[in-house]
C-alpha cells in the first residue's frame, strides 16, 4: 500500500474475542498505519493510543462523526457489538464509504449462519425451516437478520465488499463466562447434547482479517466460511477446559430452555437483542443446526487453525478460573 492511507478499524474497544484490537495490534506490527473508531476516550483508548493507533472518538449512528472517521482511509473493517441497531450502523458506514468514492475493500465481519441461513432456505414453509436448522428454530434472531440485511447492504451498495462469516468465537460468553461458576466445581454446564462443534479463535479470524486488508485484490466481493479445525463432542470440550484450568472436568449436559433461562435471562435481562442471539444459537447448536467444517481458514492462512484448547488457555477469563 504505497500511500500508507490509515486503514479504519471499528469495535477496536470490544471485547468478545478481542479481533479489531489484535487486528490493531497486527498491523501496526506490519507498518500500517490505523485509526481506531471507539465510542468513548477511555482506558481501552488510551491503549489503543500507547500501542500506536490514531483515535476517532465517535457515534456509529451519526453520519457526521462516520464520515469524518472514514476521511482519508480506504480501507475498512466493520466490526460492532450485538445490537438493534447493528444495521444502520453498516448502512451508515456503506454510504459514507460511497460517497468518499476511493474505497479499496471494506471488511465486514459477519457469522457463519449466513452460509445456511440463506434467503431460499428462510422463505422456505415453516416445518421446512425447523427441519433444516434441527428442529428447535424456525426463524433468525434480530441479530442474524441484521447480519443479513448488512450483507445485502453491501452488495446493493457497490462499495467492494469481502464478508468474513465466521463460526462462534471460543471466546464467545455461552463457552467463557456465562457458566463459568460450575467450572469452579470441575462441571462443564453446556445445552449441546451429543452434538459436535467447531468453535474458531478469535486471533485467527483477526489474522485473516489483516491478511485481506493489506492484500484485498484477490479476495473482493467474496464470502469466505470460517469454522475451527474440528467437529468435537462435548466430552471433548472438557478435555480442552480441564487442560486450560488444571484441574478435572466433566461435561453435564442440561436442557436448552433450562440452560437459557439460568444463565442467559438471568446475566442478560437487561440486554434482550444479545439474549435473544445466543438463546438462538444455543437452539441452533443443540439442534444440530451447525454442519460440518470448512477448509478456508486454512487455505487463506496457510497453517491450520489454533484449536478450542489453545484459545482457552489464551482466555483472560478462564485464566482467573484457572488461578482462583
Given at each position: 500500500m504505497p500511500e500508507r492511507n490509515p486503514i479504519?478499524?471499528?469495535?477496536?474497544?470490544?471485547?468478545?474475542?478481542?479481533?479489531?484490537r489484535t487486528m490493531v495490534d497486527m498491523l501496526l506490527e506490519?507498518?500500517?498505519p490505523v485509526r481506531a473508531f471507539v465510542r468513548r476516550d477511555d482506558d481501552r483508548a488510551h491503549s489503543l493510543r500507547q500501542a500506536g493507533a490514531k483515535i476517532f472518538v465517535g457515534d456509529r449512528?451519526?453520519?457526521?462523526?462516520?464520515?469524518a472517521a472514514l476521511k482519508g482511509c480506504r480501507r475498512i473493517y466493520f466490526s460492532m457489538s450485538l445490537s438493534p441497531y447493528y444495521t444502520d450502523a453498516v448502512a451508515l458506514m456503506a454510504a459514507a464509504a460511497r460517497a468518499q468514492g476511493d474505497i479499496e475493500v471494506f471488511v465486514n465481519i459477519s457469522e457463519y449462519e449466513q452460509s445456511f441461513m440463506t434467503f431460499e432456505k428462510m422463505t422456505a414453509p415453516e416445518e421446512e425451516r425447523?427441519?433444516?436448522l434441527g428442529g428447535l428454530i424456525a426463524d433468525w434472531s434480530p441479530q442474524q437478520r441484521a447480519h443479513w440485511v448488512a450483507e445485502q447492504v453491501l452488495d446493493w451498495s457497490g462499495v467492494p465488499t469481502v464478508n468474513v462469516r465466521a463460526a462462534m468465537f471460543v471466546e464467545n460468553p455461552i463457552l467463557t463466562w456465562l457458566a463459568l461458576a460450575p467450572l469452579g466445581n470441575g462441571e462443564l454446564r453446556l445445552p449441546f447434547g451429543h452434538q459436535r462443534l467447531a468453535p474458531l479463535a478469535g486471533y485467527d479470524v483477526a489474522e485473516v482479517c489483516v491478511k485481506i486488508l493489506v492484500d484485498p485484490a484477490p479476495h473482493?466481493?467474496?464470502s469466505y466460511d470460517l469454522t475451527g479445525p474440528e467437529l468435537k463432542d462435548m466430552h471433548g470440550f472438557a478435555q480442552d477446559y480441564a487442560a486450560a484450568l488444571g484441574r478435572q472436568v466433566t461435561y453435564v449436559p442440561e436442557d436448552v430452555e433450562t440452560w437459557n433461562e439460568t444463565y442467559v435471562d438471568s446475566a442478560l435481562a437487561e440486554l434482550p437483542h444479545t439474549a435473544e442471539h445466543l438463546k438462538t444459537l444455543t437452539r441452533l447448536m443443540g439442534g444440530g443446526g451447525y454442519r460440518g467444517v470448512t477448509d478456508q481458514l486454512e487455505t487463506l492462512l496457510g497453517r491450520r487453525p489454533k484449536t478450542v484448547r489453545w484459545a482457552l488457555e489464551n482466555n483472560p477469563r478462564l485464566q482467573k478460573v484457572a488461578a482462583g
Open positions: 479504519l478499524i471499528t469495535g477496536a474497544a470490544g471485547e468478545v474475542g478481542g479481533v479489531s506490519q507498518g500500517y449512528l451519526n453520519i457526521a462523526d462516520v464520515t425447523r427441519a433444516w473482493l466481493s467474496k
